[in-house]
């Protein structure tokens, strides 16, 4: 992709745009940060061989379209109706639910999520990668002005873990189970934003983290769906074993990085008195778990015939050591997190 020079301008006005956005000191210069980021992501999501991308980029672009609009709308709207001295008032409270489901649609997180797991599916891994991680930057850091812990944002929090959670369970294609797991990923950012910008950014950083580990491995194997991973039997044991625990280390299986992140989470929820959403959280993770744990037995226990010749290794050798550096920081980096702060 950056060897074209068209996307690789392309690639730059997408990340300024999320700049813009996340630098803008007014609600207008925000919207128009996401109108430019929206409209560089299109001509890197398609693609004329593949109907699917095509379809993908029109459905994102609609619904995006929507959002920006429905975002403007509000905020047009608030600068005409609200004056300092109904600042409080029931005006106040619509206008920013208003302004929080906008943005909430812009990322794909419940029960705006109709879009997501569909327009993933049409991606390829680079840009289903920029999907999971990028694109939800500057909707989540508009939000994080918004967001006060209210039943809105609780409902919120809670359906994004519940349909992150039961959408995952009957998927075979990879991408729509990662789809899933950000949409219950984004309900613990959600969760995390209570806590402040610090708790939220950690969050972000170590999901993009093993998202990128993950989807890094997907596509040096050109791994689509479940099935392949079963009779993936040319991959060493040893990528393999790196891989899956990568994925367990995403769903917050705890002796690995990914459980940090919510382990402070459910402090900070327990310590503001929120055990109902706290214990809806963690039974849904247990649930995300199942899915990843499912796939990872399928592709250990079930038995495969392996032939001795002609199995070369489809990854280089260079590929296959970051591969392991990834999946070894994902396993030890608990252990070393806790080390550093003992030592400091």
């Known amino acids: 992709m950056i060897n074209n020079p068209t996307k690789f301008l392309f690639l730059l006005t997408l990340m300024g745009g999320t700049l813009i956005s996340t630098s803008a000191n007014s609600w207008f210069g925000a919207w128009m940060g996401l109108e430019i980021n929206l409209l560089s992501f299109i001509p890197l999501m398609t693609n004329s061989k593949n109907l699917l991308s095509t379809e993908a980029s029109l459905k994102y672009f609609l ?3 929507l959002a ?5 709308f509000s905020v047009i709207l608030g600068s005409l109706l609200l004056n300092p001295a109904l600042a409080n008032s029931s005006y106040s409270t619509s206008l920013n639910i208003l302004i929080s489901s906008s943005l909430l649609l812009k990322m794909g997180a419940a029960p705006f999520h109709f879009w997501f797991p569909g327009v993933m599916e049409g991606l390829n891994w680079m840009n289903g990668l920029m999907l999971l991680t990028w694109q939800k930057i500057a909707p989540l850091m508009l939000i994080s002005y ?6 809105f944002f609780s409902l919120i929090i809670i359906l994004s873990v519940i349909i992150g959670s039961l959408g995952g369970l009957n998927q075979t294609s990879i991408r729509k189970i990662l789809a899933y797991s950000s949409i219950n990923h984004l309900g613990w950012l959600l969760a995390a934003m ?3 910008e610090n708790m939220w950014g950690l969050y972000f950083l170590i999901y993009t983290f093993l998202s990128f580990a993950i989807i890094f491995m997907m596509n040096a194997f050109k791994l689509m769906h479940v099935n392949q991973i079963f009779s993936l039997n040319s991959i060493n044991p040893i990528n393999k074993f790196a891989f899956f625990i990568t994925l367990l280390s995403l769903g917050g299986l705890p002796p ?4 940090m992140p919510k382990w402070l989470v459910i402090q900070n929820l327990v310590t503001l008195g929120n055990l109902f959403t706290v214990t809806i959280m963690v039974i849904t993770t247990l649930m995300t778990l199942f899915y990843y744990l499912r796939t990872t037995f399928g592709a250990f226990m079930l038995t495969y015939t392996e032939v001795l010749w002609n199995t070369p290794s489809p990854i280089s050798h260079t590929l296959h050591n970051f591969a392991l550096l990834l999946s070894m920081l994902s396993t030890l980096g608990l252990i070393l997190i806790s080390l550093i702060y003992t030592i400091f």
Do not use: H, N, R, Y
């Open 256 to 259: 690995f990085l990914g459980f």
């Open 194 to 196: 209570s806590a402040g």
């Open 68 to 72: 920006s609009a429905t975002l403007l």
């Open 63 to 65: 619904v995006q379209a």
């Open 146 to 151: 918004t967001l006060k812990l209210d039943i």
